[in-house]
C-alpha cells in the first residue's frame, strides 16, 4: 500500500485530483516515481487541445478536435491484445505506451478534456467506462477505448450486451457520473483482479489496502477484508490472515461461506500451534 495514496485520499472527494491519486497508485509499482512529470505533461496536451477548440463550433466538431489530438497526433489506442497486462492501469504506463483499458484512457482523455476547459465527468458503465461531455445546452457520450466515438443509448446498450453476452437494458443509473473515490476504486479492482488471477499476492495486497482507505461501503467492504485474509496467508502473514478473516466473520457472520472461513481459522491455529 502507498501510504502516500492513503493520505491523500483523506481529503475531501472535491479536493480529490484523479490524475494525482491514480499516480499515487502506481508508486507501489514504481518507487520514487516523478509524479509531477505527468502531471506538467497532462497540462501542455490541455493547453494543446485548448487552442483548437471552437466555443463557437458545433458540439460533435470540438468533440472530433480533441479525438484528433487524443488519438491520432497524440496515439493512445485499446491495448485489447494483452488487455489483462497490470500497466493498462497505471497511469504513467498508460502515458508512455499511448495505450490502456477503458476506465485508464477515459481518465487521460478526461484529464485533457479539462484542462481544455471542456465540462466532463466519468460514466462507469457495467464492464465497460466511458465518458460524458457537457455544455449549457448538450450533451455527448463518447467511448476513449474505442477511439472516443460518439454513443447513443442504443450504442451503451449493445455495449452491454457485448460485455454480458445476452440482451441488457441500459438502466437509467448506468449513466449517472461516478465519484472520484468510486472511480479509483473501479481503478483498484482491476489491480486486484489482475494480481489475484496471477497469483502476484504483494501486488494483490497493495490494491486491496488501498481500495480500504479509500472507504468503501460495508457490502464491498467484506469482501475485500476475506480476500485480504487469503492474500495474508499465502504471504505467511498467519497473524493478519486470522485477523482479516475474523473481522470478515464480525461484518458478515449470516455469509454462506462463514462455515468455511471458520474451519479455515481453526486450520490456522492448528499449524501455527504445531510450528510452536
Not at 502516500?4 to 518507487?31: M, N, T
Not at 516523478?34 to 497540462?43: E, G, M, S
Not at 497493495?206 to 482507505?213: D, G, Y
Request: with cysteine; proline share 5%; hydrophobic share 40%.
Amino acid at each position: 500500500m502507498s501510504a502516500l495514496f492513503a493520505q491523500y485520499v483523506k481529503r475531501a472527494e472535491a479536493d480529490i485530483d484523479l490524475a494525482i491519486a491514480a499516480l499515487l497508485i502506481a508508486l507501489d509499482a514504481y518507487p520514487g516515481l516523478n509524479i509531477t512529470r505527468y502531471v506538467l505533461w497532462l497540462d501542455a496536451q490541455g493547453y494543446r487541445a485548448r487552442e483548437r477548440l471552437d466555443p463557437g463550433s458545433s458540439p460533435s466538431l470540438n468533440v472530433s478536435e480533441l479525438n484528433r489530438l487524443v488519438f491520432d497526433d497524440l496515439g493512445f489506442h485499446a491495448n485489447a491484445e494483452n488487455y489483462y497486462d497490470p500497466a493498462n492501469s497505471y497511469l504513467n504506463d498508460v502515458i508512455e505506451r499511448r495505450t490502456g483499458i477503458p476506465i485508464t484512457l477515459s481518465l487521460v482523455y478526461m484529464e485533457i478534456a479539462t484542462r481544455a476547459r471542456l465540462r466532463v465527468e466519468g460514466v462507469g458503465l457495467p464492464g465497460h467506462f466511458i465518458v460524458r461531455l457537457r455544455g449549457d445546452d448538450w450533451e455527448r457520450l463518447v467511448d476513449p477505448f474505442n477511439r472516443g466515438i460518439e454513443l447513443t443509448h442504443y450504442d451503451c446498450e449493445q455495449l452491454l450486451t457485448q460485455v454480458y453476452g445476452k440482451p441488457m437494458p441500459l438502466l437509467p443509473e448506468y449513466l449517472q457520473p461516478i465519484g472520484k473515490r468510486a472511480f479509483l476504486t473501479r481503478m483498484l479492482t482491476n489491480l486486484q483482479t489482475i494480481h489475484l488471477q496471477q497469483q502476484q499476492w504483494p501486488q494483490a495486497h497493495n490494491a486491496i489496502s488501498n481500495i480500504l482507505c479509500l472507504r468503501p461501503e460495508r457490502p464491498l467492504l467484506g469482501d475485500l477484508i476475506r480476500a485480504r485474509g487469503l492474500v495474508n496467508y499465502k504471504l505467511q502473514n498467519w497473524n493478519a490472515a486470522e485477523q482479516d478473516w475474523l473481522r470478515y466473520l464480525t461484518l458478515a457472520p449470516n455469509a454462506s461461506d462463514s462455515a468455511l472461513i471458520r474451519d479455515n481459522i481453526e486450520a490456522l491455529r492448528n499449524s501455527i500451534a504445531r510450528r510452536n
